[in-house]
């Protein structure tokens, strides 16, 4: 376990007074054995302590302000760095085990490069710092192309699966409480990042559930609903429902864009967790 740093000085600085102690004790030995005056011998002593002592001070200001500037690059640069990659990794999980359709950001690491404190990092750790900031923006990119690709997928296959011609939208209502027959709920939505990214279509925030389908066309106002779950939460229609998103699901498997995307995203989920651990090895050696 390393020691705090005011011990290390304190037991440095207990050395150096003792043998300083020593060198004096020894100088006034000495001299007296060759004849030399006290007076010349204390004079020289205190001029010999006061060139260790200056020695000495300038050491322990050179070692305060090495561990200043690594404690300022800690707090300035790596710390949030690593922030931001963990937060980036973990909205990653998020995508696919909560459905949660929210954009990575590398705020911090677009701004780092107007400090100089950045240039001093390894240049290999930089370049890593680098390529991750711009792969969150190229994966941000894709996200967005393939929600657009993914909604006429979701309604070619309700369309298809429950027989409404020239469907225009598919809706997934959530709400806190339904009535029996309700189609509509508190707030509905496309499953659209369901299907892109692979996460359950009915997952729903705690305390709300998703308790019915609803598919619209626009032009002819023709409507299909499906209860999905009664008023006690118990599941219905299930047969019906796995077959519109095993058909959609099919569909999405085969476009090449979707795929691509789900490939780039693993990928920079298994680097992200790698560059976590190198910033995180290097915070540890520098404190």
């Known amino acids: 376990m390393k020691l705090p740093l005011i011990l290390l000085i304190l037991l440095y600085v207990g ?4 043998l300083i102690f020593v060198a004096i004790t020894s100088l006034y030995v000495l001299g007296t054995l060759v004849g030399i005056p006290t007076l010349q011998l204390l004079t020289g002593a205190v001029s010999a302590g006061s060139a260790a002592a200056s020695a000495s001070a300038a050491i322990l200001i050179w070692r305060a302000n090495v561990q200043a500037r690594k404690t300022v690059l800690i707090d300035h640069i790596l710390g949030p760095a690593y922030s931001e990659v963990r937060q980036t990794r973990e909205l990653l999980e998020s995508w696919k085990n909560e459905a949660k359709d929210v954009s990575p950001s ?4 677009s701004n780092a490069s107007s400090d100089w404190r950045y240039y001093t990092l390894d240049p290999k750790l930089r370049s ?5 900031r711009s792969e969150i923006g190229a994966l941000e990119d894709q996200r967005v192309l393939c929600k657009k690709i993914a909604g006429p997928i979701v309604t070619k296959a309700a369309s298809e699966t429950f027989g409404v011609k020239n469907a225009s939208t598919v809706y997934l209502w959530r709400s806190h409480m339904w009535t029996k027959g309700q189609i509509q709920g508190e707030n509905g939505r496309q499953p659209t990042w369901e299907l892109v990214i692979e996460a359950p279509p009915l997952w729903a925030p705690l305390g709300y559930h998703v308790h019915a389908l609803q598919v619209v066309d626009f032009n002819s106002m023709q409507q299909y609903s499906l209860p999905l779950l009664d008023q006690n939460e118990k599941p219905l229609n299930v047969e019906e429902f796995d077959k519109f998103w095993e058909h959609a699901t099919k569909l999405a498997d085969a476009e090449p864009l979707i795929v691509s995307f789900r490939e780039a995203r693993q990928r920079f989920h298994e680097s992200s967790a790698n560059l976590e651990g190198k910033l995180d090895s290097e915070i540890k050696h520098l404190r």
């Open 106 to 109: 590398a705020s911090f690491l």
């Open 128 to 132: 890593e710092l680098e390529n991750f």
């Open 15 to 18: 050395f150096v007074i003792v």
